[in-house]
């Protein structure tokens, strides 16, 4: 498969589980898209662990220009403020269009499932066609414990009350992926 065709295969995948996905060129317009997704749901912070260098240093004058707080470490302290997760995938998988991250960090998983919006950077580099094309990669990354890794596939989703699809209910009720131009990592 095609690096074009990964790619509009997991823009299919992703509109059929309610993501937003958006190409950008960089990430400093990541950066400006999580703030402004952040402003206009009425947020006040965003957490970003995990972020750093250039990187960090772009969000920070994003964040300030947005008058928003911004959080990378000690979230579990700040769980309340919360408004908007940014992070960095590790993979994107096209055929589910689902989000291969290392969640090991305690931070990173309060970032990805305790705000009301999830923004995660994917580099279109790491898009591969299926899990499998990814396997190796999998089981080199558990031989060290412990080890977390998420699978997300759209927004928190449960249908488990009486059969009613509910949003939001076990983590973020939205989930934007924006697509990075370059690998990014």
Same mark, same amino acid.
């Given at each position: 498969?095609?690096?074009?065709?990964?790619?509009?295969?997991?823009?299919?995948?992703?509109?059929?589980? !309610? +993501?937003?996905?958006?190409?950008?060129?960089? &990430?400093? @317009?990541?950066?400006?898209? @999580?703030?402004?997704?952040?402003?206009? !749901?009425?947020?006040?912070?965003?957490?970003?662990?995990?972020?750093?260098?250039?990187?960090? /240093?772009?969000?920070?004058?994003?964040?300030?220009?947005?008058?928003?707080?911004?959080?990378?470490?000690?979230?579990?302290?700040?769980?309340?403020?919360? /408004?908007?997760?940014? +992070?960095? @995938?590790?993979?994107?998988?096209?055929?589910?269009? +689902?989000?291969?991250?290392?969640?090991?960090?305690?931070? &990173?998983?309060?970032?990805?499932?305790?705000?009301?919006?999830?923004? @995660?950077?994917?580099?279109?580099?790491?898009?591969?066609?299926?899990?499998?094309?990814?396997?190796?990669?999998?089981?080199?990354?558990?031989?060290?414990?412990?080890?977390?890794?998420? &699978?997300? /596939?759209?927004?928190?989703? +449960?249908?488990?009350?009486?059969?009613?699809?509910?949003?939001?209910?076990?983590?973020?009720?939205?989930?934007?992926?924006?697509?990075?131009?370059?690998?990014?990592?």
């Amino acid at each position: 498969m095609r690096q074009d065709d990964e790619l509009v295969l997991l823009k299919e995948r992703a509109q059929a589980v !309610q +993501t937003i996905t958006t190409e950008v060129a960089d &990430f400093r @317009a990541a950066c400006l898209y @999580a703030v402004d997704v952040t402003l206009r !749901q009425g947020g006040s912070c965003i957490a970003a662990p995990g972020v750093s260098g250039k990187d960090l /240093s772009h969000l920070k004058a994003a964040c300030k220009a947005g008058g928003l707080r911004l959080l990378t470490k000690n979230l579990r302290e700040n769980i309340e403020q919360i /408004s908007t997760g940014l +992070t960095i @995938a590790d993979w994107g998988i096209a055929e589910t269009a +689902t989000l291969v991250m290392d969640s090991t960090s305690e931070d &990173f998983r309060i970032a990805t499932m305790l705000c009301e919006t999830h923004v @995660a950077v994917l580099p279109r580099s790491r898009i591969v066609p299926d899990v499998m094309s990814i396997e190796d990669k999998l089981v080199s990354a558990l031989k060290t414990a412990p080890k977390y890794l998420a &699978f997300i /596939s759209g927004a928190s989703r +449960t249908a488990d009350i009486e059969r009613v699809l509910t949003i939001g209910v076990h983590g973020p009720q939205e989930l934007h992926l924006l697509i990075m131009e370059g690998d990014g990592k």
